[in-house]
């Protein structure tokens, strides 16, 4: 994916962390911290809906996609939370990544 | 449908070839229709009982919408009514027929009244007739008052204009795919009543098939209308002192098309349905047609367990509304159901809650506050 | 986007949304309105009394564990008065609630809240690892769901406590309300949505203080307060969360948010309904037609709070089908015959007795545990179980398509 960015656009630096039992479809770890590119082939910023599919396709290990997306999209049942806020304040899918954020996927699903 | 090529002759008349299996019975088309007319017979028992002579039979509404399964319940309803006919020469109860005309979605206005006008040759005996959705103003009396509390303030009526164009502003008024279903049930359903009522029918004979009413009753109680399915899928007395009664309620939808496909007469009448569209994100769906989808999917595996569903909503108790108020819009009542004292208040939930609604209506209302 | 200003407070960024109204709330707003409501719920439904000694069944996962937190809060802030003891079951498996078990007790010292542990081994000479070695992997869910339901009443007998509280939320009730739609099981459906329960023939009472609290806002309130809690499946039932009724209920949510408080509020209104349930919806006390609390959570594995799994509806279309056994035959009868239209409100009764074993209340001499406990002694399960364990998702309901079968035997 990385080969899509466009040479002279500074790469975004971001934190992602999976909480609530979703680490363990990421090998465990609970807290990566990637670069996307700053903007994509179609002259794009990097969006929620591309860093979903950066994860699956870069970052995930386990084979069950299913249990992470669901219709090109997180899993209802999953919560995003873009530094802390509710994705749904910022836009969902369509926020586009900034410099240093912190997006956290917390999965309510697991055992209570 | 196991609709699969059969050898072998009907296990009912052993006499002609079977030509579907049918809750592992092979079955030939006649003794199919016999079959799934006694499941609706049965189901009409109250109205099977001939009245004190010189008393008027029961006067029932059939609300069609030519689809398969009124269509059906309509063939079915006829066959029982010759048969009464044939042995006493005359009827246990006689049926009105009302269309609605199709308001969800565009339609072939052409291919309707062909239809439609199909439906009342072969059924000629019945009084046929055919009104819009926006007819509404004329049958619901309150309709305009409702309507404008409803939607509140940032809605203009205005009566200078078209029934048909008012009806559309409150319609588009609501933004949700939700919403907008939910509102569409409760009109529709207020039209039919409302038409009943002019025309005198002591009860509304609803084509649904367990299919449809499992799906009614999760979406019912999925947008807090629990309360209501006991008049909504159950064959009780309605809030308008009309009677709903659900003939079909024991043949699943596969069952009904079935039917229609053994049933050449119907052929010239019934609409097929409009596929499920594929590519709708979930999220867009209306919790109606959500509801519909999992009952269809899930009652390809578990068919039982979905006919389960409104079986069990026709248990339920009946409440008394008399000492409730009565939402304005859908007849429901607006306080919880008695006994139920502790439960989740609509005020609550709300910072603008209006007391003349009851919770589903409230839940359905365009968002007044954010 | 420039950042929403919190709706209460109209100062701070706002972090959360409701899903039951779609309030835009900051942090602190937040975390209090969410301890203001709990304080509500049991306000309203007079849930304690001062000096109550109270159980908190705690699994170290996130319902239980915001249920001590905000219990702990609450109970200083508006003096309760409450001695509040955290209960937890050690099911005995290696790996995993040995895990969570640490939470519960690192929890014990962050609420300062005594810990007492009861374990499957001391109460029935087994533990689930050893339940395993011995059925395998598949089906013993069965045995630990029917294990769990007893443990927390003897837990709580062993205490001298009464009062039990767990940690089920909305969406819990939810989906107890659709799975019972779905199930035919009126009399379940209406305890499920009662937040109290308590039976006749024990004197230990549950209910759920969260009730009315969305899974997603009790995720939050962990998430903003940082609540030290644990969330691994057990490993003897992995991803048991793709139930589908749980599925509907995240979909029902995402297309309206506040749907999982209307099928609550549906719920309510509908166990108001069922036949033979005495009205009054704030307890559900068991009458008659009603077994007990202690029959309330049938499989319900300690991770899973109680919740449905996918095999379930499986389970339901068997027992459908063997139900219907007659009525698919009745094309036969050719014609209705007058009056034996069933239009009747039946709803099954249970009646309610104690174990002639262990004297726990049970719907049957011997009760579920002590069956099992039969089967596991004599070193083979009984073969009905053997039947059920062709479906490890489907376990859950076995013991109630066995107590079907009884019930209608006699």
Redesign the interface.
């Known amino acids: 994916m990385s080969d899509s960015a466009i040479g002279g656009v500074a790469p975004i630096p971001i934190t992602v962390e999976f909480t609530g039992g979703l680490e363990i479809l990421f090998d465990n770890q609970r807290k990566y911290a990637i670069s996307l590119p700053g903007q994509l082939e179609d002259g794009s910023q990097p969006n929620i809906s591309y860093l979903v599919q950066y994860l699956v396709e870069n970052l995930m290990k386990d084979q069950r996609k299913e249990l992470f997306i669901m219709e090109e999209n997180v899993r209802p049942g999953i919560l995003v939370l873009i530094n802390d806020a509710d994705w749904e304040l910022e836009g969902e899918e369509k926020y586009e990544l900034q410099p240093r954020d912190n997006i956290v996927f917390v999965s309510t699903l697991h055992g209570g | 449908m196991p609709a699969k090529e059969l050898t072998g002759s009907c ?2 008349c052993k006499d002609a070839d079977a030509v579907l299996t049918t ?3 092979s ?1 030939c088309g006649p003794c199919y229709q016999v ?1 799934l007319e ?1 499941k609706v ?3 009409m ?1 109250r109205y099977r009982k001939y009245p004190d002579p010189g008393s008027p039979s029961y006067r029932l509404l059939l609300p069609l919408s030519l689809g398969v399964s009124s269509s059906s319940l309509l063939r079915m309803l006829d066959t029982g009514m010759n048969r009464q006919l044939a042995k006493n020469a005359r009827t246990s109860y006689t049926i009105e027929i009302i269309a609605i005309e199709p308001f969800t979605h565009a339609y072939d206005e052409a291919l309707y009244t062909k239809r439609f006008e199909a439906a009342r040759e072969t059924f000629s005996k019945y009084t046929f007739n055919r009104i819009p959705l926006h007819s509404i103003f004329d049958y619901v009396p309150n309709m305009t008052e409702a309507m404008r509390e409803y939607v509140g303030s940032q809605f203009k009526d205005d009566t200078s204009r078209s029934n048909e164009e008012r009806l559309a502003a409150f319609r588009g008024a609501n933004s ?3 919403s907008k279903a939910d509102l569409d049930n409760v009109l529709f359903t207020q039209l039919v009543v409302g038409y009943a009522k002019q025309t005198g029918c002591e009860s509304i004979l609803w084509a649904d098939s367990d299919t449809s009413l499992a799906a009614k ?2 979406a ?8 209501a ?2 008049w909504q899928v159950s ?1 009780a007395m309605s809030p308008w002192g009309v009677r709903f009664d659900f003939p079909c309620r024991d043949i699943s939808k596969p069952e009904l098309a079935l039917y229609e496909s053994v049933s050449p007469d119907l052929s010239d009448i019934v609409i097929p349905d409009e596929p499920l569209s594929e590519n709708i ?3 867009n ?3 109606d047609e ?1 509801m519909l989808r ?1 009952v269809t999917t ?1 009652g390809e ?9 409104s ?3 026709n ?5 008394s509304s008399l000492d409730s108020t009565i939402c304005s819009l859908c007849s429901a009542i607006v306080d ?9 208040t609509v005020a609550s ?3 603008v809650q209006k007391p003349q609604f009851c ?2 209506c409230t ?1 359905s209302r365009p ?1 007044i506050d ?1 | 986007m420039a950042p929403t200003t919190c709706f209460n407070c109209k100062e701070a960024r706002a972090v959360v949304i409701r899903p039951k109204n779609r309030h835009k709330l900051c942090r602190s707003c937040f975390i209090e309105i969410f301890e203001t409501e709990v304080h509500e719920t049991i306000t309203s439904s007079k849930l304690f009394f001062p000096g109550e000694r109270i159980a908190i069944g705690a699994s170290g996962g996130k319902d239980s564990t915001v249920l001590a937190a905000v219990l702990k809060t609450l109970n200083e802030r508006y003096n309760y008065g409450l001695e509040l003891i955290l209960l937890s079951i050690d099911e005995g498996i290696r790996g995993y609630r040995d895990d969570s078990l640490e939470t519960v007790k690192r929890n014990a010292v962050q609420y300062d809240m005594p810990l007492t542990i009861v374990g499957y081994g001391e109460l029935y000479g087994w533990t689930m690892d050893q339940v395993v070695e011995q059925v395998g992997k598949k089906g013993n869910c069965t045995y630990c769901g029917v294990f769990r339901r007893q443990a927390l009443d003897r837990g709580a007998e062993r205490l001298d406590i009464k009062h039990v509280v767990t940690g089920h939320n909305a969406d819990d009730v939810a989906e107890t309300v659709m799975m019972n739609l779905l199930r035919g099981d009126l009399p379940r459906l209406s305890r499920g949505t009662s937040i109290i329960t308590e039976s006749g023939a024990s004197d230990t009472k549950r209910s759920k203080p969260l009730k009315y609290a969305y899974e997603k806002e009790i995720v939050l309130y962990a998430h903003h307060r940082q609540l030290d809690y644990f969330s691994t499946e057990c490993i003897y039932s992995p991803e048991a969360f793709r139930g589908s009724a749980r599925t509907l209920i995240k979909d029902l949510e995402k297309i309206r948010p506040s749907s999982i408080l209307d099928i609550v509020k549906s719920g309510e209104d509908m166990a108001a309904l069922v036949p033979g349930q005495a009205p009054g919806g704030k307890s559900c006390k068991s009458s008659a037609p009603a077994a007990g609390a202690a029959e309330e959570e049938t499989g319900g594995c300690g991770s899973q709070n109680g919740r449905s799994s996918g095999g379930e509806m499986a389970a339901m279309e068997q027992q459908l089908a063997s139900n219907d056994g007659a009525e698919s035959r009745e094309t036969e009868i050719k014609m209705p015959k007058k009056g034996k239209v069933s239009v009747g409100k039946k709803i099954k009764t249970q009646t309610l007795q104690h174990c002639e074993r262990c004297g726990y209340i049970s719907s049957q001499p011997i009760c579920k545990a002590c069956n099992l406990l039969d089967g596991l002694n004599r070193n083979r399960p009984k073969t009905a179980i053997e039947v059920g364990m062709e479906d490890e998702e489907g376990s859950s309901t076995l013991m109630r398509q066995m107590e079907h079968v009884q019930l209608t035997n006699s």
Do not use: W
């Open positions: 296990m009912d809750r592992n019975r079955l079959f006694h017979y049965r189901r028992e949700t795919a939700t009753t999760l019912g109680a999925a947008k807090g209308r629990g309360a399915l006991t064959d994100l979930t999220k769906l209306s919790i959500l999992y899930q595996k578990y068919p039982g367990v979905m006919a389960n569903v079986r069990t909503a248990k339920l108790d009946s409440y919880n159901v008695k006994g139920n004292e502790t439960g989740i939930q709300f910072s919770y589903g839940r968002e954010s």
